[in-house]
């Protein structure tokens, strides 16, 4: 979840507008004792040509690279050090360098009393454990981002925040279990590390409302039941949980987060039926339980109460019943994906209601959540194309609906061709029978089709002309008829010539034989020379050989 990327663009156009504000106004030097705390920092840091004019002989340290201060005060309030940030520091007219910054942390930073933003993302610093002295700084940093390095070791609690407090450390190799937070924790990024056990401490026995917004804990090595004590966390709006270890079901007492918008659990050990309670989640964009061992009926609710759907992913789990005709009711809904289920029954004929999917427009390519520091922007991994691939920055583009290798039945609804906004369908390894729809061709932004598998009779799509997909982004046109003969049994809507076909390939492959043997056989023939001839070209053939 790239929850960071708008509060960077905030952050943009907050120093833009200030800058323009007080342009002409005289602005204050920095604080001489953060000057120096500056240059101590710089000789912990392996920072080659990045902070370059971190340098004594310039007085004013508020117009160094990637350092910011208050333009009333001078005090230091953010620096911006992630690697990721040119754009933000060139935005100030500042050089940037473009290398990556290593070595060590200074407890220099301590030192800067007013520093509210602290970005370190993307770096090089050495497999260390974080200093001690360091976690200090989130007793009063509103931004911290360590993400991206290969800093490791245990996370000690960290309840010591004043303010409202977005930490990333994500992508870094910490291990141990989960750390306790504060009441005033906004946003608590902790994916792609190594941490491990359950997430009972963390969660449950809170005394008051957390005021935590976003949850991501993907990528990790943690075990046991999701708990069932979400009562007290009724602010967050994004919940991931991807890519761990969780057994048992989903906690009925989520039902208690009605302001949640994104629920990521793929990829666990989860099993049992979706709790009803999930009604009450009716802001609800995005729901992704692919990849566990969820079983029972989807409920026909979703369709009714979770009116704001966007993405519903299912995929390889153990779900059974009919697809419900209530899910039709989703207008905002773009991508379907109930793939490697169970299902059965007739593809309901009213799929033509996600309107969604008809528009041709292009809409936002990615697709946001907000909270009180801004939107983050939601991801999801989908199979398009055969291919297994992750999607953030144009998720709100794609716009699918794969049913494949379940037991569904009946023929292909007519409907399902006015869904003219479908980039991927995928009805392939069910039972559907009769034809295809014989204007599938409307579907003028389909990139992918797969109807493999099936009972299918009748029109074929080898039969279309090609002007039945002129205009769509399919790879060419549909492939021509096989000329060669077939068994009977796998012809489809087609009859059997029995008279011999002439097989041109073969003529003309045996008529280049002997043009080949004869250019290289008459000078043989009609030479004196010839045991001298092959002698040469026996010798050549041994040179090259060896």
């Not at 106004?25 to 710089?42: D, G, H, N």
């Not at 040119?86 to 935005?91: G, P, R, V």
């Not at 007219?93 to 370190?120: E, F, I, N, Q, T």
Request: hydrophobic content about 40%; proline content about 4%.
């Amino acid at each position: 979840m790239d929850f960071v990327a708008i509060y960077f663009l905030m952050l943009l156009c907050l120093n833009i507008f200030t800058n323009s504000f007080s342009k002409g106004i005289p602005q204050p030097s920095c604080i001489k004792s953060e000057r120096q705390a500056l240059l101590k920092i710089k000789q912990q840091l392996k920072h080659s040509n990045m902070l370059a004019d971190w340098n004594a002989t310039k007085e004013d340290c508020c117009k160094w690279v990637r350092v910011f201060c208050n333009i009333v005060t001078g005090h230091v309030t953010e620096l911006q050090l992630g690697s990721s940030n040119d754009t933000i520091a060139s935005s100030r007219s500042k050089k940037v360098g473009s290398l990556k910054l290593g070595g060590k942390l200074s407890p220099a930073l301590l030192d800067l009393k007013h520093l509210s933003y602290l970005d370190l993302s993307n770096n090089d610093f050495d497999p260390t454990q974080i200093p001690d002295w360091f976690w200090n700084l989130t007793s009063h940093l509103q931004y911290l981002n360590i993400s991206g390095n290969q800093f490791q070791g245990k996370i000690p609690d960290l309840l010591t925040n004043q303010a409202s407090l977005v930490l990333d450390l994500s992508f870094n190799n910490f291990t141990g279990s989960l750390p306790g937070i504060s009441l005033n924790m906004t946003v608590l990024d902790l994916s792609n590390n190594v941490l491990s056990g359950s997430m009972s401490q963390f969660l449950c026995h809170k005394k008051h409302q957390m005021k935590l917004e976003v949850l991501n804990l993907e990528g990790n090595h943690l075990s046991g039941e999701i708990p069932d004590c979400w009562e007290k966390w009724r602010s967050l709006v994004a919940i991931e949980l991807c890519n761990n270890n969780f057994s048992g079901g989903i906690p009925s007492s989520m039902g208690a987060l009605t302001s949640l918008e994104s629920l990521h659990i793929r990829n666990n050990h989860l099993e049992g039926e979706i709790p009803d309670s999930l009604t009450n989640c009716t802001q609800l964009l995005t729901l992704d339980f692919a990849a566990n061992h969820l079983s029972g009926e989807i409920p026909p609710w979703m369709g009714e109460r979770l009116s704001k759907l966007i993405i519903i992913s299912f995929q390889s789990n153990r779900f059974h019943g009919h697809v419900p005709k209530q899910i039709c009711g989703l207008s905002s809904l773009q991508i379907l994906d109930l793939s490697h289920n169970n299902l059965s029954g007739n593809i309901p004929s009213c799929i033509n209601n996600l309107t969604a999917m008809i528009s041709r427009k292009i809409s936002c390519s990615k697709i946001s959540y907000n909270t009180s520091k801004g939107c983050f922007f939601d991801n999801m991994a989908l199979m398009v194309k055969g291919t297994m691939l992750d999607y953030s920055n144009t998720l709100g583009l794609i716009k699918l609906v794969d049913l494949s290798d379940n037991n569904l039945s009946g023929e292909i609804p007519e409907e399902m061709t006015m869904l003219t906004g479908l980039l991927s369908l995928n009805l392939s390894k069910n039972h559907l029978a009769g034809k295809i729809p014989s204007n599938i061709g409307a579907i003028k932004t389909l990139e992918c089709v797969d109807l493999s598998e099936n009972n299918l009779s009748g029109t074929q799509l080898q039969s279309f002309s090609a002007s039945s997909f002129l205009g769509t982004k399919l790879y060419g046109p549909p492939l021509p008829t096989p000329k060669t003969l077939v068994p009977a049994s796998n012809i489809v809507g087609g009859q059997v010539d029995s008279r011999k076909q002439v097989d041109w390939y073969i003529i003309w492959l045996e008529f280049g034989f002997w043009c080949g043997f004869l250019c290289v056989a008459c000078p043989l023939l009609f030479t004196n020379s010839g045991d001298a001839c092959i002698f040469r070209i026996l010798t050549k053939l041994k040179i090259k050989h060896f």
